[in-house]
């Protein structure tokens, strides 16, 4: 079996973003980029499968600009065996990167398709649904386990108030959430070897999808900053605040 991993370049989970002066989207230029965390449990948990003797391939996929390669040689470093770089300087969306990695199965084929629950950039939590969707195929999102057993896979789903388990029938979408797994970091060799490994380069149009924007940014701010607290002298004045100021109580 393949398994097909669609890994994201994102801003730098450490990183305090800013928004552009006019207001129009969040400032990219001299960020830091790294791969989706999401993706990251994903890429592990496909190389965990493999190494369980579940799956004999691993293919990244990236649908993005130039610099998304980084992205993908990460994840080949971390363990996966082949490359994909969708090449385009639009700004994806879950649909079309959905269609994309449609035509992406249909000439890979894999089995199981593990995608990060979110990209921390934009929040959307729609790829994987949406990609079940347009397949056909059944899907385990917010995956805390993945147990794979002939032409059936268990996912235990992280919902409200606990965990559900769902039996699912081959082929299946996975969406990974953050207790699935912890990755693992790449070894410097790895990173080396990755460095020198050909990647295939293909455009949205190979696929037979566009990836045009089809949402309207009106406006993007940044939060509005936290209102320092303030020292109460009593627990009756605690109490009254709660009461008549934050109308908690
Ligand atoms: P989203 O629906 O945008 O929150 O993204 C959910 C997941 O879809 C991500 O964690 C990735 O696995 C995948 N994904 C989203 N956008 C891309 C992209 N441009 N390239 C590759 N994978 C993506």
Known sequence: MKILVPVKRVVDANVKVRVKADGSAVELANVKMA??????????????????????????????PQQAQETLRTALAMGADRAILVKTDEQTEPLGVAKVLKGVVDAEQPGLVILGKQAIDDDSNQTGQMLAALLGWAQGTFASKVVIDGDKAKVTREVDGGLQTVELKMPVIVTADLRLNQPRYASLPNIMKAKKKQLDEKSPADYGADVKPRLKVIKTEEPSGRKAGVKVKSVAELVDKLKNEAGVL
């Open 35 to 64: 791969m989706n965390p999401f993706d990251e449990i994903a890429v592990e948990e496909a190389i965990r499968l493999k190494e369980a003797g579940k799956a004999e391939e691993i293919i990244v996929v990236s649908i993005g």
